[in-house]
Nanobody
Framework: VQLQASGGGLVQAGGSLRLSCAASGRTFSGSAMGWFRQAPGKEREFVAVIRWTGGWTSHADSVRGRFTISRDNAKNTLYPQMNSLKPEDTAVYYC????????????????WGRGTQVTVSS
């Protein structure tokens, strides 16, 4: 399984970025993909999750209303759209393939992509 994240960069506060994560190596139908982030000196935290089938989503309180996660099943790719970015959104963002358990915990995911850096300047 390979997860390739991209789309990070430097943006001013209030700006937008669209990340993407391309998944390959296994069939993802019926499972979910999650996004997490990790800021310097902090633990990795849940950002959003989406199910491949049905499109159910959930977003962390800190990003709800600003971030929206979507997916393209044909391309096995998910797209977190990040709007109204704040300096506190600065972190390395990771996509991960869900395995079992609560979708909000890092331990429930068995494959992780390399992170992509998002830096929001004030």
């Amino acid at each position: 399984v390979q997860l390739q994240a991209s789309g990070g960069g430097l943006v001013q506060a209030g700006g937008s970025l669209r990340l993407s994560c391309a998944a390959s190596g296994r069939t993802f139908s019926g499972s979910a993909m999650g996004w997490f982030r990790q800021a310097p000196g902090k633990e990795r935290e849940f950002v959003a999750v989406i199910r491949w089938t049905g499109g159910w989503t959930s977003h962390a309180d800190s990003v709800r209303g600003r971030f929206t996660i979507s997916r393209d099943n044909a391309k096995n790719t998910l797209y977190p759209q990040m709007n109204s970015l704040k300096p506190e959104d600065t972190a390395v963002y990771y996509c991960a393939a869900y395995s079992s358990g609560s979708v909000y915990y890092t331990t429930s995911y068995d494959y992780w992509g390399r992170g992509t850096q998002v830096t929001v300047s004030s």
